[in-house]
């Protein structure tokens, strides 16, 4: 049985710094791509950060260039977001997903997704 599971989440105040994880399980962790996305009330879902397979190649929403870094274990199985210079507008469910499916990885075809983990920013 596939599981991803997210942690990591919490409560900030503006300008601090998250590490989320992601432990995959049931699968053949290093052969799929894999991305964060993030859900705010009200909001439709929108692609944080992908990494490819290897790891390969990262791509970032523009909203979070230069402040977010993905990154991969796969010895331990684990995908990870570390964020920096939290914003209150960064304040969502984050849900990370593996087994791109095709199209833009923004498009959100993935095969697999995690529950999620909450971030709250406060200003």
């Known amino acids: 049985q596939v599981q991803l599971e997210e942690s990591g989440g919490g409560s900030v105040q503006a300008g601090g710094s998250l590490r989320l994880s992601c432990a995959g399980r049931?699968?053949?962790?290093?052969?799929?791509?894999m991305a964060w996305f993030r859900q705010s009330a009200g909001k439709e879902r929108e692609g944080v950060a992908f990494?490819?397979?290897?790891?390969?190649?990262?791509q970032y929403a523009d909203s979070v260039k230069g402040r977010f870094t993905i990154s991969r274990d796969n010895a331990q199985a684990t995908l990870y977001l570390q964020m920096t210079s939290l914003k209150p507008e960064d304040t969502a469910m984050y849900y990370c997903?593996?087994?791109?499916?095709?199209?833009?990885?923004?498009?959100?075809?993935?095969?697999?997704w995690g529950r999620g983990t909450q971030v709250t920013v406060s200003s």
């Open positions: 990494l490819s397979v290897g790891p390969g190649p990262t």
């Open positions: 997903a593996a087994y791109q499916r095709g199209g833009s990885w923004l498009s959100g075809n993935f095969g697999y």
């Open positions: 049931g699968y053949d962790f290093a052969r799929y791509s």
